[in-house]
T-cell receptor
């Protein structure tokens, strides 16, 4: 079993829809949770991060962490074609080497 | 954030040869990393590039195959040695400014080995 599981998709939704992207993890010691966006033929771009549990909002994006369920989510409101990309979740411990552990990434397409 | 550049952006190489990838950052950073991203796969950490000392390699990666240098706080190189088609991948440089929530990636080097 992988430490971080993420449905690779692909996920295709109409413009304006609310998108929900999710990851589950097995290591209850993870404390930092990140979401990266990767456009085709580009490097990953840090989108949002949260520490421990709770929600964090940034414009149309909301990151949610449920540590009791070992489940994190990224919501995109009013989705735009420019949001079409691969979204990768990543997480790490609070101590030690703090190496990021990535999910496989979900390929998202927003259709105009 | 940090501005990270990588050279070359892409290359096609013959098996048995070696390629050195350069990573330059526009500011001093505490940590630099090298990742591999195979087609349709997630990112796999190859090693942490340590300034002034030998890199720290992850399980499955060895110095003879992936020698790394980091002569200062803004520059690192990764060499892919004695390449085979299985080395075809995207190689990404990554830097961390402070905590793990400040980790950023370069644009990647797309390598095809024939």
């Amino acid at each position: 079993q992988k430490e971080v599981e993420q449905d690779p998709g692909p996920l295709s939704v109409p413009e304006g829809a609310i998108v929900s992207l999710n990851c589950t993890y097995s290591n209850s010691a993870f404390q930092y949770f990140m979401w990266y966006r990767q456009y085709s033929r580009k490097g990953p771009e840090l989108l949002m991060y949260t520490y421990s549990s709770g929600n964090k909002e940034d414009g149309r994006f909301t990151a949610q962490v449920d540590k009791s369920s070992k489940y994190i989510s990224l919501f995109i409101r009013d989705s735009q074609p420019s949001d079409s990309a691969t979204y990768l979740c990543a997480m790490t411990l609070i101590q030690g080497a703090q190496k990021l552990v990535f999910g496989q990434g979900t390929r998202l397409t927003i259709n105009p | 954030s940090a501005v990270i550049s990588q050279k070359p952006s892409r290359d096609i190489c013959q098996r048995g040869t070696s390629l050195t990838i350069q990573c330059q950052v526009d500011s001093q950073v505490t940590m630099m990393f090298w990742y591999r991203q195979q087609p349709g796969q997630s990112l796999t950490l190859i090693a942490t590039a340590n300034q002034g000392s030998e890199a720290t390699y992850e399980s499955g990666f060895v110095i003879d195959k992936f020698p790394i240098s980091r002569p200062n706080l803004t520059f690192s190189t990764l060499t892919v040695s004695n390449m085979s088609p299985e080395d075809s991948s995207i190689y990404l440089c990554s830097v961390r400014m402070a905590g793990p929530e400040t980790q950023y990636f370069g644009p990647g080097t797309r390598l095809l080995v024939l």
